[in-house]
């Protein structure tokens, strides 16, 4: 009789254990979904060379000729957002594909993507801007003129192509067929 009472005894000691650690699991998991929580919203925005890394960004253009740099997006907003990105030379809005005008991401999804570059124009030490707007938290300068979310920006020189290189390909005066 003795030992079916240290046998109770010992299987409530056993219960108690496993609703304490079961309680304690439930507050590690509440401890660490509130600090993810109270990781501030934001969005990763980053541009990589044409190898992938971030190293090697074209910055000397040929006037008519296009250079690659690939763009990244990371949304952290800890809900979906919806993106818009604008490439400005000097201030001059620069054409882009439609995938970059309506961007969406779900939370900690990537986009990581090649953007091919044209600049119009020539000129030395030129400002290359990436803007990237969020759609669902504008903030606006005036009425019709919207802040960028986020911004990043290469300095470039865009020049005519020297044709002293190609000197050996043009015809020749005075040479008769």
Request: aromatic share 8%; glycine share 4%.
């Amino acid at each position: 009789m003795r030992w079916i009472m240290y046998l109770r005894k010992l299987v409530i000691l056993i219960l108690i254990s496993l609703a304490l650690l079961a309680s304690g699991c439930e507050e590690i998991m509440n401890v660490k979904q509130s600090s993810e929580s109270l990781q501030e919203p934001s969005t990763e925005f980053y541009i990589l060379g044409p190898d992938g890394t971030a190293e090697n960004y074209p910055i000397d253009y040929v006037l008519g000729e296009n250079r690659t740099v690939i763009i990244g997006i990371i949304n952290h907003e800890q809900k979906p957002a919806n993106y818009t990105m604008e490439v400005r030379l000097e201030n001059t809005s620069l054409p882009l594909s439609d995938i970059w005008k309506n961007i969406c991401l779900g939370n900690n999804e990537t986009l990581e993507k090649a953007v091919a570059i044209t600049p119009p124009f020539e000129g030395t030490n030129m400002n290359l801007q990436f803007l990237l707007y969020n759609n669902d938290r504008k903030d606006m300068l005036e009425e019709s003129v919207s802040l960028p979310y986020r911004d990043l920006h290469l300095w470039i020189n865009v020049t005519t192509q020297n044709f002293s290189k190609n000197a050996s390909t043009l015809p020749t005066a005075g040479i008769v067929n």
